[in-house]
């Protein structure tokens, strides 16, 4: 196995708020982490996207990712987009990384872009013999979306401690000043440290980061 790893999001801001130590951890075990970045900068909720660009960079610096792709589609509005266009999009970036494991959004997910890029990626990396390299598809939940579904909630397969890195994990977070919110904001500081202690309630770690192991080749 060639030890890669992919992580397909939506958003600038998704990489950070509930995969980082679960990446850091297949870092230090020797994976390669490339991100495949499906939304243009523009965002009709923030004014200055040139600022979120930095942050996403930086972040990405601190996560010591190897290599990240850019898409163009319009932020919020992925459902504009002919849903096969994403798909083949995606599967270029597949066919240039080719991971053995990927991190994607919940299928399920009040915010559409993640909906979108969720399917797109399980349609794209399909079991089929092109797509043999990939041995692991994760799910991760996004907070004020995720859990607001009204559908099919997230609920947890595989769990990863992250007890020794949570305010590691906080002080990264703070670098996106636009989500950085006041609590009970599920994208506040308190609010993100307690969820890491309910995903402790449901797996016994002191603080945990939760996925959905979606599909596993061994």
């Not at 040139?50 to 792709?69: G, T």
């Not at 919020?76 to 266009?85: A, P």
């Not at 506040?188 to 939760?210: C, Q, V």
Request: proline fraction near 4%.
């Amino acid at each position: 196995m060639n030890k890669k790893i992919l992580i397909v999001i939506a958003h600038p801001d998704d990489e950070i708020l509930w995969v980082w130590w679960t990446i850091q951890k297949y870092i230090l075990d020797g994976f390669i982490v490339d991100i495949f970045l499906l939304s243009s900068l523009w965002n009709a909720r923030w004014k200055n996207e040139d600022n979120r660009l930095i942050d996403f960079k930086n972040v990405c610096d601190k996560l010591w990712i190897n290599e990240i792709f850019y898409e163009n589609y319009p932020d919020t509005s992925f459902d504009t987009i002919k849903f096969l266009d994403i798909v083949k999009s995606i599967e270029n970036i597949l066919d240039k990384s080719k991971p053995n494991i990927i991190f994607t959004h919940y299928y399920n997910d009040l915010n559409i872009d993640h909906c979108i890029t969720s399917k797109a990626l399980i349609t794209a990396a399909r079991p089929i013999e092109k797509n043999n390299f990939i041995k692991k598809i994760f799910l991760f939940e996004v907070p004020s979306s995720t859990e607001l579904s009204i559908w099919e909630k997230f609920i947890p397969n595989y769990y990863v401690d992250i007890t020794n890195y949570i305010e590691k994990k906080l002080e990264l977070f703070t670098i996106y000043d636009s989500e950085n919110r006041e609590y009970p904001h599920p994208r506040s500081l308190i609010w993100l440290k307690t969820h890491a202690i309910y995903r402790w309630m449901e797996s016994w770690l002191n603080y945990a980061e939760g996925f959905i192991l979606y599909r596993a080749i061994n």
